[in-house]
């Protein structure tokens, strides 16, 4: 029986009961096959949905033999006359209304018994998935991930090209651009012993339009950064980059704001209220302890060094004495945390460095309150004043963190996070958007002795710290913003130093000799020469 496949009248999530009685050709893979006292159901599936099939071996014997040798994912081409389910309505389905008493069948391909089912919760392990990518592709919910991601471009592309934004390619062979990564290199072939790098990003390229005068740029790209994978993090990822000249960074952000603003009510459906909130590197790191903090709940760091620097727990002190602090998160409600917790979490934290997790918890005494477990009998004495300054009350738990400030924060962050996860305070659908700006210009690197750029090399110091850049290099700040969505760090940008003899004294400070600047850069330190207006842009991470 030879259906013309290629003259589909549907897909397959598309027929209502106002279809009733029309003669329709559907094609697509069978999802799922039954034999009900004779009659033959299909549920065929395509890209968009699924529809029932009957095949009733009284009105259609032909096409019901055929039917009855289907198997699952073989692939098929109907003609049928669409029919009311009266009672067997599926509310589930979008078609669940009707079903397709089939006339006609065209068997395309026979399909072999795949190695998982087509079902969205498939139990496949991930090895198999990916061995068979086309079949886990098929699952309807990969099919939709994949048709938002290409929404979601389009809905990029057409926000940039309503304000003047250019597409332009950048090449993939190229020269080093650094973002803190190893490059992935290409041998040439016509010069033997060269490479070429794959861009870490088009960081360069794109400060060049800007110096060739194309004033707003934006691309969806791929880069390429030789790094250990984790979840987040792939060797090949897509950035939406983009770059703008005679701009300064709030006229960068409010371009982001109203971009995300889109993005989400185009392809989520919620709606967010602008401005994005802003928040600097440090108020970031002292209340989170991270600078891209999840400010989706509380939980938040409380500084106790200077009540601290006299109290008689040795640990504390020792600690406030070489410059440290010491910091605390109270549990609301902690008291009900188990031992099993409280040390469970003392021990992950031991794998990341840390010494362990001093912790108490409040109790009520003699109409004030007091601690009790865990480190209770070193803070007696400012048990009151430590509950006073974290607003702490009784049946709260509290945990303590001594040490230098970048550990503390690392660990706190650390323990925040999973007590968080641990008492189910994060909120479920709900997204929290945040700018960090002022970040540090350089941050030491301890074991190479020596500074490195916290964003990247190019990024403007804050005009107002620039004077600092020979006397006091790791307090100025830059002109970097990051954007964060729930704790993770989904853009990061700069406004860009566009005078030349900033960007040598940045290179000198990053110990990036005259040498390496001229063989690695030379090109763009040329360009700023050349009438470079001040710019500045940013991009968005996507695996
Ligand atoms: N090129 C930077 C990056 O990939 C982003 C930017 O500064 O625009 O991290």
Redesign the pocket.
């Known amino acids: 029986m030879a259906v013309a496949y290629n003259q589909r009248t549907h897909h397959c999530a598309a027929l209502q009961k106002g279809d009733a009685g029309q003669t329709v050709t559907l094609a697509g893979w069978v999802n799922s096959y039954r034999d009900h006292g004779g009659m033959v159901f299909i549920d065929l599936r395509d890209h968009e949905g699924l529809t029932q099939l009957k095949f009733n071996p009284d009105t259609d014997p032909k096409a019901h033999q055929i039917a009855r040798g289907l198997r699952n994912e073989d692939v098929i081409a109907v003609v049928g006359t669409v029919a009311l389910r009266g009672e067997n309505v599926n509310p589930k389905l979008p078609t669940g209304e009707v079903e397709v008493e089939c006339h006609e069948i065209d068997v395309l391909n026979k399909a072999d018994t795949t190695p998982f089912m087509i079902e969205d919760d498939s139990d496949a392990n991930e090895d198999l998935r990916l061995r068979y990518r086309y079949l886990d592709l098929r699952r309807p919910s990969m099919q939709r991930t994949f048709r938002l991601r290409s929404k979601l471009g389009k809905t990029i592309r057409d926000y940039f090209a309503e304000r003047g934004f250019v597409e332009i390619e950048t090449p993939f062979l190229t020269k080093s651009?650094p973002?803190?990564a190893r490059d992935y290199l290409v041998p040439s072939r016509v010069s033997q012993g060269s490479f070429y790098a794959l861009p870490?990003?088009?960081?360069i390229f794109?400060q060049l339009f800007m110096i060739a005068g194309f004033d707003r740029y934006a691309q969806i790209v791929r880069?390429f950064r030789d790094e250990v994978l984790r979840g987040n993090r792939q060797p090949e990822f897509t950035?939406l980059?983009?770059?703008m000249a005679f701009v300064k960074r709030d006229d960068v952000m409010a371009v982001v704001d109203g971009c995300v603003e889109r993005i989400f009510r185009e392809c989520l459906g919620v709606e967010i209220s602008l401005p994005i909130a802003t928040m600097t590197y440090d108020e970031a790191m002292n209340r989170f302890g991270v600078d891209r903090p999840d400010t989706r709940f509380g939980l938040e760091l409380c500084d106790l060094t200077e009540m601290l620097t006299d109290c008689g727990f040795g640990v504390f002190g020792e600690a406030i004495a070489s410059g440290g602090v010491v910091k605390a998160i109270v549990v609301p409600g902690g008291e009900s945390l188990t031992r099993k917790v409280s040390d469970g979490l003392a021990a992950e934290l031991r794998g990341i460095g840390a010494g362990g997790l001093p912790y108490t918890k409040v109790t009520a005494s003699d109409g004030g309150v007091a601690f009790s477990t865990g480190v209770a009998k070193h803070l007696a004495s400012e048990c009151g004043a430590i509950c006073e300054r974290l607003g702490a009350r009784a049946g709260d738990a509290i945990f303590f963190m001594p040490g230098r400030f970048k550990d503390v924060c690392k660990y706190l962050h650390f323990v925040r996070t999973r007590l968080a996860e641990i008492t189910g305070v994060v909120p479920k659908d709900r997204w929290e958007l945040l700018w960090v700006v002022d970040f540090p210009l350089v941050e030491w690197n301890e074991e190479e002795k020596r500074f490195d750029s916290t964003?990247?090399p190019?990024?403007a110091p804050l005009d107002e710290d620039v004077h600092l850049l020979e006397t006091d290099p790791g307090a100025v700040r830059s002109q970097?913003y990051d954007l964060v969505l729930n704790g993770e760090e989904m853009?990061?940008?700069?406004i860009?130093i566009h005078r030349q003899g900033v960007q040598k004294k940045v290179f000198e400070l990053l110990n990036i000799s005259e040498e390496q600047a001229h063989l690695r850069f030379e090109h763009l330190l040329e360009a700023l020469r050349f009438g470079a207006p001040p710019h500045?842009?940013?991009?968005f991470?996507s695996t």
């Open positions: 651009t973002e803190g870490q990003s088009p960081q794109k880069c950035q980059d983009m770059e964003h990247h190019f990024t970097a853009a990061g940008g700069s860009r500045g842009g940013i991009a991470w």
